[in-house]
T-cell receptor
Framework: AQKITQTQPGMFVQEKEAVTLDCTYD???????LFWYKQPSSGEMIFLIY??????QNATEGRYSLNFQKARKSANLVISASQLGDSAMYFC??????????????FGKGTRLSVIA | SAVISQKPSRDICQRGTSLTIQCQVD?????MFWYRQQPGQSLTLIAT?????????ESGFVIDKFPISRPNLTFSTLTVSNMSPEDSSIYLC?????????FGPGTRLTVT
């Protein structure tokens, strides 16, 4: 079974500053994928970034980067140069088997990020 | 990225009635997934829908309450049956393209 833990129910960050959202995971799978999603108040789930368990380099997508520490089973999301539009819920998720579209995602409880002007 | 559409986007329903939510993907996918997100909560998987076979339900969800159809590789429906106020949630469908998983915009259901 897989489990995702997000220990920060809420975070505040000043506009233009960087922020790290924590995520730890537990799995017995050797091959797995880690995901981050953003959910604004509209409710849509916006895919942000993906990290495969065998990827040697940390994933980056624009202002988003994933700080992957396999030994610690952590996959923290770093948002650089925060913008007011970054205010939203952020979910960490994982799936066993890296490239299989046949297994569902397991989600953490989420972190609500508020960006302050 | 994959484009997933859902209908309706929101609805207000009376208890005891049923609502069918439609999900359309812009390309063929093997599996489609249905999630529920109760107010202020995370996403919980309801079931996995494979074309040509019965959906696989997660613990706590049953076919009589949440029947699912998957008539082809781009379309699925979820019915919320005999609704009660506890069914008020956002319902999201999801599908994979490569290693990435995308979600529809969600159906916001309120049961009165």
């Amino acid at each position: 079974a897989q489990k995702i833990t997000q220990t920060q129910p809420g975070m505040f960050v000043q506009e233009k500053e960087a922020v790290t959202l924590d995520c730890t995971y537990d799995t017995s799978d050797q091959s797995y994928g880690l995901f981050w999603y953003k959910q604004p108040s509209s409710g849509e789930m916006i895919f942000l970034i993906y990290q495969g368990s065998y990827d040697e380099q940390n994933a980056t997508e624009g202002r988003y980067s994933l700080n992957f520490q396999k030994a610690r089973k952590s996959a923290n999301l770093v948002i650089s140069a925060s913008q007011l539009g970054d205010s939203a819920m952020y979910f960490c998720a994982m799936r066993g088997t890296v490239n299989s579209g046949n297994t569902p995602l397991v989600f953490g409880k989420g972190t609500r990020l508020s960006v302050i002007a | 990225s994959a484009v997933i559409s859902q209908k309706p986007s929101r609805d207000i329903c009376q208890r005891g009635t049923s609502l069918t939510i439609q999900c359309q993907v812009d390309s063929q996918v093997t599996m489609m997934f249905w999630y529920r997100q109760q107010p202020g909560q995370s996403l919980t998987l309801i079931a996995t829908a494979n074309q040509g076979s019965e959906a696989t339900y997660e613990s706590g969800f049953v076919i009589d309450k949440f029947p699912i159809s998957r008539p082809n590789l781009t379309f699925s429906t979820l019915t919320v049956s005999n609704m009660s106020p506890e069914d008020s949630s956002i319902y999201l469908c999801s599908a994979c393209r490569g290693h990435e998983q995308y979600f529809g915009p969600g159906t916001r259901l309120t049961v009165t």
